[in-house]
């Protein structure tokens, strides 16, 4: 916990590699390689529908490994996934959204589906996943940490006086990013440049 982490120091900066560069790890002798963003999704990213982790599964792998392909290629404009139901796909994505979300200064994610409600729904998701975070990788949120409706990490308001005394912009020292959703209608998003997007 925050008063215990210079103990763990070596183990926090540990994680952030891993979240950084991926891992290798043997699955039953053979060596596999997991994304960095996979990595955090397996371990760190719980799924509000069981409150558990992801299960390793070589067909979520493919998923962070072509969605890292179309991330890292600046000729990709986007990934179209055609999918069944229950393929996890939602959470992968939302975990990948989630990771770049809480690691990048200045940019806005969002997430669309066929209805408001739907939006909801899958946005309840990732802020179930982000409050389950560890504190070392949960930046600081401007706004309500618990809610569902939009994550925003950017300096707390603060309506003192102390504070409009001494004019201080400290805006520099958070990563002023936004994470929402809309419905699908026209207008969604219009005119807003978007980092990520997911439309479900």
């Known amino acids: 916990n925050p008063d215990s ?3 763990f120091a ?3 900066l540990e994680q952030f590699r891993r979240r950084r560069e991926g891992v290798w790890f043997l699955n039953n002798g053979e ?3 997991l994304t960095g963003r996979a990595w955090m999704a397996l371990q760190w990213c719980k799924m509000r529908d069981n409150g558990g982790y992801m299960d390793f599964r070589y067909a979520q792998l ?5 969605a890292e392909a179309c991330i890292v290629d600046p000729r990709c404009m986007g990934e179209l996934f055609v999918k069944s139901r229950r393929t996890g796909f939602t959470y992968v994505t939302l975990a990948i959204m989630l990771n770049d979300a809480t690691i990048n200064r200045n940019v806005n994610l969002g997430l669309t589906s066929q209805n408001d409600k739907d939006a909801q729904r899958t946005f309840v ?3 179930y996943m982000f409050r389950s975070l560890p504190f070392f990788f949960r930046p600081v949120v401007k706004g309500a940490f618990d809610s569902d409706k939009v994550i925003e990490f950017a300096l707390p308001a603060d309506k003192s006086k102390a504070a409009k005394l001494a004019r201080e912009n400290k805006g520099k020292d958070y990563l002023n990013s936004l994470f929402d959703y809309e419905a699908t209608k026209d207008g969604a998003y219009d005119g807003q440049k978007l980092f ?3 439309g479900d």
């Open 5 to 7: 982490e210079e103990a």
């Open 10 to 12: 070596e183990y926090i």
């Open 31 to 33: 060596p596999v390689y």
């Open 62 to 66: 493919d998923m962070f490994y072509f």
């Open 125 to 127: 998701k990732v802020a």
């Open 196 to 198: 990520r997007y997911l």
